[in-house]
T-cell receptor, first 118, second 117 residues
Framework: GAVVSQHPSWVICKSGTSVKIECRSL??????MFWYRQFPKKSLMLMAT?????????EQGVEKDKFLINHASLTLSTLTVTSAHPEDSSFYIC??????????????FGPGTRLTVT | AQSVTQLDSQVPVFEEAPVELRCNYS??????LFWYVQYPNQGLQLLLK??????LVKGINGFEAEFNKSQTSFHLRKPSVHISDTAEYFC???????????????FGQGTILTVHP
């Protein structure tokens, strides 16, 4: 089956610094990847849709300048949390849309990255 | 716009008992439906999906769900649960039509299933 990896799985950073999270599709090419944020005991909130070779599409209320998304290749998308603050602490999950399931919207999810900002 | 409501935030059951996790959705267009499972500190794993055809869908780990269009529901069931089924379960919908919502998943709030020995 399709595998999506994320790196790092866990990161602690100081307030004001930037953190980059990588999302890779390991055995398939993903023209579209998604970034979600999950708060404790809450559901997943879609942050943005990342399209290879073009600008990401952000959901309403998500700050583009704070959450920088780059989808430079068909297997890699990155999320950079800039000038992180404690309220950015969360579980970030990426997913890649199944290229064979374009019309179903089925997505393969990464294992998530736990970000803690101190 | 779409929305998903999981009617139970927590469901405690005993091992080998049957379980049903309820999911209702709202959408102005046709949808695809999914159930995902999330174990602690992990990503989501697809349990099953409904795209078209038979309304009774069988998934992994003995789970099944039934799509009921008239009631806009997609409840998840398992006839006999195991301790290892303890996890959080998410119902999700995706638009089957075009437009800006195409391909995006909208998730319910999640149901924590706890299986007791």
């Amino acid at each position: 089956g399709a595998v999506v990896s994320q790196h790092p799985s866990w990161v602690i950073c100081k307030s004001g610094t930037s953190v980059k999270i990588e999302c890779r599709s390991l055995d398939f090419q993903a023209t579209t990847m998604f970034w979600y944020r999950q708060f404790p005991k809450k559901s997943l909130m879609l942050m943005a849709t990342s399209n290879e070779g073009s600008k990401a599409t952000y959901e309403q209320g998500v700050e583009k300048d704070k959450f920088l998304i780059n989808h430079a290749s068909l297997t890699l998308s990155t999320l950079t949390v800039t000038s992180a603050h404690p309220e950015d602490s969360s579980f970030y999950i990426c997913s890649a849309r199944d290229p064979g399931g374009e019309r179903s919207g089925e997505q393969y999810f990464g294992p998530g990255t736990r970000l803690t900002v101190t | 716009a779409q929305s998903v409501t999981q009617l139970d935030s927590q469901v405690p059951v005993f091992e080998e008992a049957p379980v049903e996790l309820r999911c209702n959705y709202s959408s102005s267009v046709s949808v695809y439906l999914f159930w995902y499972v999330q174990y602690p500190n992990q990503g989501l794993q697809l349990l099953l999906k409904y795209l078209s055809g038979s309304t009774l869908v069988k998934g992994i780990n003995g789970f099944e769900a039934e799509f009921n269009k008239s009631q806009t529901s997609f409840h998840l069931r398992k006839p006999s649960v195991h301790i290892s089924d303890t996890a959080e379960y998410f119902c999700a919908v995706s638009s089957s039509a075009g437009g800006t919502s195409y391909g995006k998943l909208t998730f319910g709030q999640g149901t924590i299933l706890t299986v007791h020995p």
